[in-house]
């Protein structure tokens, strides 16, 4: 199995907005994904945890095999061309780009890089921006015995 890179940008935490009103103040950039606090994370699922915090989530538009750089590069260009919108949401909200790299052993792949360049860092120092990074160690199942 191919290792993978899921980055994304998500406001969080709000209770005061609904996730359209979000979707309007961002000039329509549409969400990839929404949570809705209360209700159930797998609705298919009776047994299904319920979410515990709104969030609307905004992915890269890239491909999960894409590397990071491209990535963050595809959402920093959504970002920057529309800061003062993402300025009022982040002087309210938790706001924050997570990572997620799923990394397969033995696939002869190197191990994803994450590298927060001064690109980043320049709109970090305009927004109230959190970094969350998660790293999920699989065995590849295309060389189990």
Known sequence: MKNEIIVRFGI????DITHSEITE??????????????EKRNPNNID????????WILGSGLSKYSPFEDQMES????IESNIHRFKIL??????????????YAGNDESTPWVHLNSRYNELVR????????????????DNAV
């Open 12 to 15: 969080h935490d709000f209770h």
């Open 25 to 38: 103040i961002l000039g329509g950039i549409q969400p990839d994904k929404i949570y809705v606090k209360g």
């Open 48 to 55: 299904s945890p319920l979410i515990k915090k709104n969030s």
């Open 75 to 78: 959402l920093l260009d959504t």
């Open 90 to 103: 982040c002087d309210r909200y938790c706001c924050e780009f997570s990572c997620a790299l799923f990394v």
């Open 126 to 141: 305009k927004l109230n921006v959190e970094f969350d990074v998660d790293l999920y160690v699989f065995p590849n199942e």
